[in-house]
């Protein structure tokens, strides 16, 4: 079994910041990419950003300059955002494409999600 588990959503002002985790534990075998999507009401679920296993990271349009990704040696990936607007409010779930060790490739996983919310 693979869990994921986010933390660090939180209220906050326009202009602020916040740093999300998320945590991976299990029997994992290897981590190819973790992500970071968002789902605010009424919206479909889309992604903000994503690291690979040799740190390469890319962004959405929409948060690129402002969100920083990132990732430890202990399987767990951050989200740096700063400068934070009020349509950046929306659950923000970690996602993780990743191999167990009893199978034979990779699934994705996904978190249970974190609120974060941009007013003032």
């Known amino acids: 079994q693979v869990q994921l588990v986010e933390s660090g959503g939180d209220l906050v002002q326009p202009g602020g910041s916040l740093r999300l985790s998320c945590a991976a534990s299990g029997s994992i075998f290897s981590i190819y990419v973790m992500a970071w999507y968002r789902q605010a009401p009424g919206e479909q679920r889309e992604l903000v950003a994503s690291?690979?296993?040799?740190?390469?990271a890319n962004y959405s349009d929409s948060v690129k300059g402002r969100f920083t990704i990132s990732r430890d040696k202990a399987n767990t990936v951050y989200l740096q955002m700063n400068s934070l607007r009020p349509e950046d409010t929306a659950v923000y779930y970690c996602?993780?494409?990743?191999?167990?060790?009893?199978?034979?490739?990779?699934?994705?996983?996904w978190g249970q999600g974190t609120q974060v919310t941009v007013s003032s």
């Open positions: 690291i690979t296993s040799v740190g390469i």
């Open positions: 996602s993780g494409v990743i191999r167990r060790i009893i199978d034979p490739g990779p699934s994705t996983y």
